[in-house]
């Protein structure tokens, strides 16, 4: 019974650092994507002057 806890600690220490990964990616690209709007805005409005 003492691989129980080490079974699921261990998937505990999967699932967790999965979800992390990716929550740390997805605030990654948003960032990402709004600064590239806020650049494709600045060039717009400086063709449109």
Do not use: C, N, S
């Amino acid at each position: 019974m003492i691989w129980v806890p080490i079974l699921l600690g261990t998937f505990k220490l999967a699932v967790f650092g999965t979800g992390m990964f990716f929550a740390i990616k997805w605030h990654h690209d948003q960032a990402k994507k709004e600064k590239e709007e806020r650049a494709r805005a600045e060039q717009a409005a400086d063709e449109a002057e």
